[in-house]
């Protein structure tokens, strides 16, 4: 699990990865300018427990919140159904959803 900001886009998102896939989406978002909100990855022991994880953390920011995804399809064709306004929520504040979500889980 991760959190990543543009800034030039004053975007941040949550997302997925896996240590051993052959396609790393982290380091495809990083290659356009996304940077992981403090360096730090969340592991957790399962893909299904990762999914969860974000969907919580997602219901928590569209529902709770009321924030829309901030990119478009076209400005982030990987992932902008995970996107947020950094100008709603701090990334340390989503940072802190993914943890207590997946302490909720345990």
Known sequence: MYVITH???????IGITGLTTRTDRLAAHERNG????????YRVETGTEARRIEQAVMK??????????????????????ETFDLQEVRAIEVWRLVQNAACSSR
Do not use: Q, S
Request: negative net charge; hydrophobic residues 30%.
């Open 7 to 13: 800034e030039e886009h004053e975007a941040g998102k």
């Open 60 to 81: 928590i920011l569209r529902d709770v919140y009321g924030i829309p995804p901030f990119l478009t399809r076209r400005e982030m064709p990987n992932g902008w159904t």
């Open 34 to 41: 996304w940077t992981r909100h403090e360096d730090k990855l």
